[in-house]
């Protein structure tokens, strides 16, 4: 089992949609950017795919990047990036990992976390297809294309983005976690955060924390911790 990076300082979250690092990371995030530790968000599509209510389809982007911009302060995250990939047709091209590579020499992240890029069989909802392209892409990102001052070239002699070694991945909604965050302090923050998609979450009413506690409690089971505790898992990645 890999242990997680000491002097973490910079955080970089690539996902595929608007709430996405929410349902994942967000009581996490809230731990760590109260630590003092900058996370950035890369969000490669706008969400303009999702949502349950009448919203007209050519106001579901905008809308969703407001919710998201909105849920990303809940937890103490104010930049965050869109890369602008169409939503349902995320594919792991040379495009993604050259933004995603942008992404991560800009923040010249000690983490990067992400979605796996492993079909998860017990539950179906985090493989959704773009978020496993969206792992595999951020994967290919961290090793080689970040590290490669040969990669994507123009990004140093256009942008002056020098090369950057990340040395740790943290993959969540995969199908094999080995590493879990007592998250029970912020627990509440996290379902602020989901609440601020409004699009997404307000059918659910409050069966979404109810949702959130129960899946929450089954990761600390797992983890081994006291009844009463609250975990979200992932997967660690050495990338060093
Ligand atoms: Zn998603």
Redesign the pocket.
Known sequence: MTRPVADLERVLVVT??P??VDFGASASIAAWTAAGIEVSYCIVTFGDAGGFDETPREQMAALREAEQRAAAKVVGVTDVTFLGHPDGRVYVTHELRRDITRQIRRVRPQRVLTQSPQRNWQRIAPS?P??LAVGEAALCAVYPDARNPFAHPELLAEEGLAAWTVPEVWLMGGPQPDHYVDVTDTFDRKVEALRAHVSQTAHLGDGLETMLRTWHAANAHNAGLPDGRLAEAYQIVSTA
């Open positions: 595929a949609h709430d996405d959704h773009d978020h």
